[in-house]
């Protein structure tokens, strides 16, 4: 008996999903670099506050 009645059967003979190949993956500065709109990949040094809510 099956101990999950409202699950989907998987089909007989149906082959395995796809994987993707890494070739199609950007890799982290090209990901960055195709989204402008997310920020530049240079690092900056300068002190910041931080708001911490629990505290105000």
């Not at 008996?1 to 993956?25: C, H, T, Y």
């Not at 090209?30 to 997310?38: D, F, G, K, M, V």
Request: contains cysteine; glycine residues 4%.
């Amino acid at each position: 008996m099956d101990d999950f009645p409202n699950r989907p059967l998987k089909a007989q003979g149906s082959s395995p999903p796809v994987k993707k190949s890494r070739i199609d993956e950007p890799c982290q500065i090209e990901h960055i670099l195709l989204r402008p709109n997310i920020g530049s990949v240079e690092k900056v040094t300068k002190q910041m506050w931080v708001y911490d809510s629990q505290w105000f």
